[in-house]
Structures are given as structure tokens and as C-alpha cells.
């Protein structure tokens, strides 16, 4: 069976699959990265579960295609956590999900019959966002998710810039305070370990003496409440001085916040904007923006990889 454009603006059908540490989601997107049908999954624990759900997501995608659209996708993207080679299309390691060295770009493709390409979660989120999203029309983009942990990818012209080892950007583990909270990487005082949503949760339920979330503090704060005050305002001073940091090493057009501390919009720009400042003395620091896809982010990236497939 052919693949298929869509019949109101033409162009192709895409699918697009993100694989998270607590779901896994499907798309098929249209022209525009419309969205046309979206599923989600819980992420089974186990690297051959993971692969089973993966299949599972393609299998109800290609055949979604084919009842709601007429036709094949033309190619599929996977953007996934961990250490992943996009020019391989090998998932090279995630702790979360158990993947070691798994080729598996070439495994979807026996799967599906599709051209299929593989990238990192977090780049291909930024990948989306600056080429549709929040980062639009800048020149260059950070783009930092800040969640249960805390990464980046950095986007100069276009393209993505990876590091030698494709692990650029990573900049939940700058080592903002040395000596500080323990970092799930063995080191101390990382950015992640203390302006994480999980990070924002610990402190927060050891100062109310209950079990809080970090949506709980962002909210407590904005009201004043003296337990969450402090809380809040560490996390957002340690994330100033980690993009601080950033600011003088990438020099970005504009800086996109996504992940889930990100959906409390200006009650996390407002103050991380007033924190900035008198960190960054080298003009003045770039646009924040919250990321405009929001969950969406990595999906829409992924089926950004596979539209570079099906217009090669």
C-alpha cells in the first residue's frame, strides 16, 4: 500500500513515536506539524517490553493511517531518552527503560516497512520548537526540559549541534553547587539536583512535613506561604545560575522552557527572568519563552526526523 499526503494542503503523512520513562506517545502528523491522531502508553518496565509497547504504538499507527487517511505514512521518527546515535539508529543506553545498544531505528523499520530515523527526546523537542515553535525565526535556540530531571539540546541554524559524543548540552549536571544535593550521576551540587520538578518535590515535602508536588510549591509560593517561599526561590536561583552559565557558553537567540515545570508559565518566567539578570553582566540575557508544543514537543521533533526521510 502507497503511502499518502494529506488531501487539504498536501504533503506527506508522517508518524512520529516518543519514548519517555513514563509513556510512551504515538502521532501521525500532518503538513504544518498538525497533529491529525495522537495515543499514549504507559512505558512498561524492560528493554523488551519497551520494544513490544514501541511495535504496539507503530502497529496502531500504521493501521490508523490506513482507516483514517487512506494510505501508509511515507516514514516514521523515534525520539527517545537516554544516549541514543541518530546516525546509527541505536538506542545506546537508558537506565530508565533498560535499552543497551539496541538497533532500534532498524528494528521498527523490519517492523513497520518504513523508513525509519531515530533521535534523542530532548533534541528532537528543541528541533520542534525551534523550527515551528516557541524558537521560531531566532538564529540560534536553547532549549532546556526541566522535569524529573533537567536536560538541554542546543539548535544553531537550523540544525541541532550534538557534542562529539552526543551528549552536548547536557546541563542538568553542571555543577552549580559544589558540594550541594546528591546527583543521581554520583556527583554533588548538579543543576538537576537541585532545580528539578523532583528535586523541587523533595525540598518541598521535607519543609511542609507533607507530601507536596513542585506544582504544589510553585502554587504555596505565589500565596506566600513561608515553608514554600524559600523552596521556590532556591530552585529558581540555582536555575539562573546554570543559564547563566549557558548564556555565556551558547550565546542563544532565545532560551524555550519545556517539560512539566515549565506549565506554570509566568509564575516560572516572571521570577527566573528578575534572577537572570544581575547573573548574565554581558548584555542583556535573551527571550524566555515557555516551550509552545508543550508535551507535544518531542512527538512533533520526532515526526520533524521523519519528514527529513520522506523528503530526502
Not at 504496539?56 to 537516554?82: E, K, M, W
Not at 509552545?292 to 515526526?303: L, R
Amino acid at each position: 500500500m502507497s503511502s499518502t499526503a494529506d488531501p487539504d494542503r498536501g504533503g506527506p503523512l508522517l508518524a512520529a513515536i516518543d519514548i519517555g520513562g513514563t509513556s510512551i506517545k504515538s502521532a501521525l502528523l500532518l503538513p504544518g506539524q498538525r497533529i491529525g491522531y495522537s495515543a499514549r502508553r504507559p512505558t512498561p518496565r524492560g528493554a523488551d517490553a519497551v520494544l513490544e509497547a514501541v511495535f504496539a504504538s507503530a502497529d496502531d499507527l500504521l493501521a490508523t493511517a490506513v482507516a483514517r487517511f487512506g494510505g501508509l505514512p511515507a516514514a516514521l521518527g523515534v525520539a527517545s531518552l537516554g544516549i541514543v546515535e541518530e546516525h546509527t539508529g541505536r538506542a545506546v543506553y537508558s537506565a530508565a527503560v533498560g535499552w543497551r545498544d539496541v538497533p532500534l531505528a532498524e528494528l521498527v523499520r523490519e517492523r513497520t516497512g518504513l523508513p525509519v530515523g531515530l533521535g534523542h527526546d530532548i533534541r528532537a523537542a528543541a528541533h520542534a520548537e525551534s523550527a515551528a515553535g516557541a524558537g521560531k525565526g531566532a538564529s540560534s535556540c536553547l532549549f532546556v526540559a526541566i522535569g524529573t530531571g533537567i536536560g538541554g539540546a542546543f539548535v544553531l541554524d537550523g540544525r541541532i549541534v550534538p557534542g562529539a559524543h552526543h551528549r552536548g548540552a547536557e546541563i542538568g549536571h553542571l555543577r552549580i553547587r559544589p558540594g550541594g544535593r546528591a546527583c543521581g550521576c554520583g556527583a554533588h551540587g548538579c543543576l538537576e539536583a537541585h532545580a528539578s520538578a523532583s528535586a523541587i518535590t523533595r525540598a518541598g515535602t521535607a519543609a511542609a512535613g507533607t507530601a507536596v508536588t513542585a506544582q504544589d510549591v510553585i502554587a504555596a509560593a505565589g500565596r506566600g506561604e513561608a515553608w514554600a517561599v524559600p523552596v521556590w526561590t532556591e530552585a529558581v536561583d540555582a536555575l539562573a545560575d546554570g543559564l547563566a552559565a549557558c548564556l555565556c557558553l551558547f550565546d542563544p537567540g532565545v532560551v524555550v522552557l519545556g517539560g512539566g515545570l515549565s506549565r506554570a508559565g509566568e509564575a516560572l518566567l516572571a521570577p527566573l527572568r528578575t534572577a537572570l539578570r544581575p547573573r548574565y553582566r554581558l548584555g542583556e540575557p535573551p527571550p524566555l519563552r515557555v516551550a509552545a508544543f508543550a508535551d507535544d514537543s518531542a512527538v512533533i521533533g520526532a515526526g520533524l526526523i521523519a519528514l527529513e526521510l520522506a523528503t530526502a
